[in-house]
């Protein structure tokens, strides 16, 4: 079965059984504590937490998926992927276990066609109920093993809704691995579909199976992740992702630029580097697609982290610039099922060329320092240069090793990964407190949404409001009362203040009780629907339950307008003269002033412009 067939058959099932169809939501996802999207159901959170009711209480997805804690398996087995698309249905209070587990085995068997006796079912340890549903389709109980929270028990990773799961897996066959089910070997028993019976809340944790569960959801609700490229390998009977329609294309170019074969599933270096750098071909076109350019942190180092390891894997292969045409290849395959990569096609082939010859001039530049510390070197080079090398000029530590074992030196593996590793943890420490305190703020605004609702706001046809007071909040939780020269955050009843949005900056204005007077500094958005009002207070006392008038700063909001047209008119003048893929990054938008950030990949000349009607903005040549 072809992979559009595997996609409408699965969206076709759930829509016939009344289930809403939602398109994939993009790879940079509007949750804060989240990285990239790393599941179907990272856009249904809301709807887990009772944060928000969904107006249809089923729903099916083709989602896609960037997860890159696998990375280094990639390539070393069969079913690894950095990038992928998950099919999933989902109930938000609606249908539970029995249905999710009969759909999913009727689904297998009689519109997959898959062989019921090849079919293997995992639950989690005491869920007896999920046991007895599968042994009700059919599953006998030799195929049905019990695992512990770290195979059957899913999170997205960080504080938010879990469950246990129950998996679905299809024995592969002797030539993949041993004998004796899902528990023994993930190789021969691939693990294709997830049931997660979204019940709990978890907090923060150490780990993925170590975090503490804070108590139960509002409902009990249905998340289920199938992954595309896994059932298309059994489907259409090949060995590994990369064999599969969705990926055939291009793993034949990285064999036609190589000059030669894929070797087959031989445990090779050249088998495993022929896979990774096809796998990464699609992460990086697709990262690019949804707005990821190359950096040095967060989502653009993950990008940059993928282009080098397909560079450096390409180069072992023979090949030079292999990924504009790989990504190209990757448009041509999957284009025409998700249209922001053709869109997309000339910023990501831009994209991908800079990064690739940067990384080239990188290298170049490593080697001549490596070839001073070879050149001083009496046996050793020593762990901080290759920690400099590593860090300083993204020259890896193969290659490092690799070179001084040519000159008859060894490097210091043991002070490099030290080093490695203490950078690691910095840097993960500082990426907890990040999550964290994002973690905390949410906690705080979901306690008041369930306390009073969302914010109610009238600010399209008023500046003004008469208002109550809900709470004051400082960054350690909320305060009992406000006095002159304070500055804390505010939550009013009604507002008509407009929050922050898309880099352009919230309202300013006043408030005045009988008692007091503020001055609104600015406005920006708690979670989805409440208002946050940054306020400095002036005179008097301000205390939660005070009644209030809230008054925009007119001028400040037009002017704020103004600079909104303009980005308009400064991207509509970028497209026309460098081209469609100009389009907008980000923005910074407040009266007076303007920044439009954009995408393109080779140096633009400007020319101020004198006669330009509003100020700052250059001419493109
Ligand atoms: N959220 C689960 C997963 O990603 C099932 O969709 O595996």
């Known amino acids: 079965m072809r992979s559009t067939d595997i996609r409408s058959t699965f969206l076709d099932f759930f829509q016939k059984r009344d289930h809403r169809v939602v398109p994939s939501s993009p790879l940079v996802p509007s949750d804060p ?5 790393n599941a179907g159901m990272n856009q249904f959170k809301p709807y887990f937490l009772g944060e928000t009711t969904p107006d249809h209480s089923r729903a099916v997805s083709v989602q896609k998926c960037a997860r890159t804690s696998d990375i280094e398996n990639v390539g070393r087995t069969t079913r690894h992927a950095t990038f992928f698309e998950m099919l999933g249905n989902f109930s938000f209070g609606d249908y539970f276990k029995a249905e999710a587990i009969a759909w999913a085995w009727e689904l297998f068997t009689r519109h997959y066609n898959l062989d019921p006796e090849r079919l293997w079912v995992t639950v989690y340890q005491d869920d007896d109920e999920a046991a007895h549903l599968w042994r009700r389709v059919g599953v006998p109980s030799s195929r049905i093993q019990r695992l512990g929270m770290e195979d059957n ?4 990773g960080i504080p938010g809704p879990c469950g246990p799961s129950s998996e679905l897996h299809y024995d592969r066959g002797p030539s993949f691995g041993r004998e004796g089910g899902p528990a023994i070997d993930g190789e021969r028993y691939q693990e294709l579909w997830n049931l997660v019976f979204m019940q709990n809340l978890r907090g923060e944790g150490t780990g993925k199976d170590d975090y503490p569960i804070l108590g139960e959801l509002p409902a009990r609700n249905i998340d289920t992740g199938l992954s595309l490229d896994r059932l298309a390998a059994i ?13 055939s294309p291009t793993f034949e170019l990285v064999q036609q630029l190589a000059g030669r074969a894929y070797p087959g599933r031989d445990g090779s270096d050249d088998s495993t580097s022929f896979r990774i750098v ?7 076109a697709f990262l690019i697609a949804d707005g990821v350019t190359p950096s040095r942190d967060d989502r653009g180092y993950v990008l940059r982290r993928l282009m080098r390891r397909a560079i450096r894997h390409s180069r072992r292969l023979g090949i030079d610039l292999a990924l504009p045409d790989l990504t190209s290849s990757v448009i041509g395959t999957l ?33 001549r320092l490596l070839d001073t510390a070879i050149t001083r070197a009496t046996s050793t080079i020593s762990g901080r240069t290759a920690f400099e090398l590593h860090d300083t000029y993204g020259f890896p530590i193969d290659l490092t090793i690799d070179a001084a074992r040519s000159a008859g030196l060894t490097v210091d593996e043991n002070a490099f990964a030290e080093l490695l590793e203490s950078q690691r943890r910095q840097a993960h420490r500082a990426s907890q407190d990040k999550k964290g305190d994002a973690v905390a703020r949410q906690e705080l605004h979901r306690r008041i949404v369930s306390e009073h609702g969302f914010t109610d706001f009238v600010g399209y046809s008023s500046l003004t409001a008469e208002t109550t007071v809900l709470a004051l909040l400082t960054p350690h939780g909320k305060a009992q009362a406000a006095t002159a020269g304070d500055e804390i955050e505010v939550i009013l009843s009604r507002t008509p203040f407009y929050a922050e949005s898309g ?6 204005g006043e408030l005045h009780t009988s008692t007091a007077k503020a001055q609104v500094l600015g406005t920006r958005p708690g979670l989805d629907g409440l208002h946050i009002h940054t306020i400095r207070i002036q005179e008097g006392e301000l205390r939660p339950g005070d009644e209030a008038e809230a008054k925009v700063d007119a001028a400040h909001r037009s002017a704020t307008a103004r600079s909104h047209s ?56």
């Open 235 to 247: 489907l259409q009977d090949v060995d590994t992702v990369c064999e599969t329609d969705l990926l």
């Open 33 to 37: 504590t989240l990285l990239l999207t």
């Open 153 to 156: 028990y899913w999170s997205m």
């Open 503 to 508: 880099g352009q900056v919230g309202d300013r």
């Open 335 to 367: 284009g025409s099922t998700w249209p922001e990569l053709t869109e997309h096609s000339d910023l990501i082939r831009q994209v991908v060329t800079a990064e690739e010859e940067g990384f080239e001039r990188t290298l170049r530049q490593g080697s």
């Open 566 to 621: 303009a980005t308009h008119v400064s991207h509509a003048m970028l497209r026309r003269v460098l081209g469609d893929h100009a389009t907008q990054r980000g923005s910074r938008v407040e009266p007076g002033r303007l920044r439009f950030d954009f995408t393109h990949n080779s140096p633009v000349e400007i020319t101020p412009l004198q006669t330009c009607p509003f100020t700052g903005v250059a001419e493109l040549r």
């Open 278 to 284: 096809t796998e990464h071909a699609r992460s990086i």
